[in-house]
């Protein structure tokens, strides 16, 4: 038998605050006992379960692996704006006059993801 993926683990330095971002990002919860200073937080969303845990180390290069969204109720720029105002910032815009494309955002704390455009937005070219 094969295994299954129970977490996708990120290393931050506040895991709670940057669990509260991705929570807000993916339509998540924490778990009911994570707490401000704890040293790991979980998000629960209908994806993923996204684990945060303490590191000393401060992020430096590029992730080797991160995340893709894909909007379900919004545009892929809609749900850019949205992102933003939670704390992300832009780091590529790759859109495209066409529509196709995507964006490369970074999390509050400096780990990218990107942001594509929504099933919607693609089955209508």
């Not at 895991?15 to 929570?23: E, K, S």
């Not at 590191?55 to 809609?78: A, F, I, M, S, Y």
């Not at 704390?87 to 494309?101: C, I, K, M, S, V």
């Given at each position: 038998?094969s295994s299954l993926i129970r977490h996708i683990t990120i290393d931050s330095s506040d895991?709670?605050?940057?669990?509260?971002?991705?929570?807000q990002a993916l339509d998540g919860s924490l778990a009911d006992d994570d707490m401000p200073?704890?040293?790991?937080?979980?998000?629960?969303?209908?994806?993923?379960?996204?684990?945060?845990?303490?590191?000393?180390?401060?992020?430096?290069?590029?992730?080797?692996?991160?995340?893709?969204?894909?909007?379900?109720?919004?545009?892929?720029?809609?749900?850019?704006?949205?992102?933003?105002?939670?704390?992300?910032?832009?780091?590529?815009?790759?859109?495209?006059?066409?529509?196709?494309?995507?964006?490369?955002?970074?999390?509050?704390?400096?780990?990218?993801?990107?942001?594509?455009?929504?099933?919607?937005?693609?089955?209508?070219?």
């Open positions: 038998m895991p709670y605050t940057l669990a509260n971002f991705w929570a200073g704890d040293p790991e937080a979980v998000v629960t969303a209908a994806a993923a379960t996204l684990l945060f845990v303490r590191v000393g180390d401060r992020k430096t290069v590029k992730n080797r692996v991160h995340l893709d969204l894909q909007p379900q109720d919004r545009t892929r720029d809609e749900e850019v704006e949205r992102l933003l105002s939670l704390g992300a910032t832009l780091q590529g815009d790759h859109r495209r006059p066409d529509g196709t494309g995507w964006a490369t955002l970074h999390d509050p704390e400096g780990n990218e993801f990107c942001v594509e455009r929504s099933a919607t937005e693609r089955a209508g070219g």
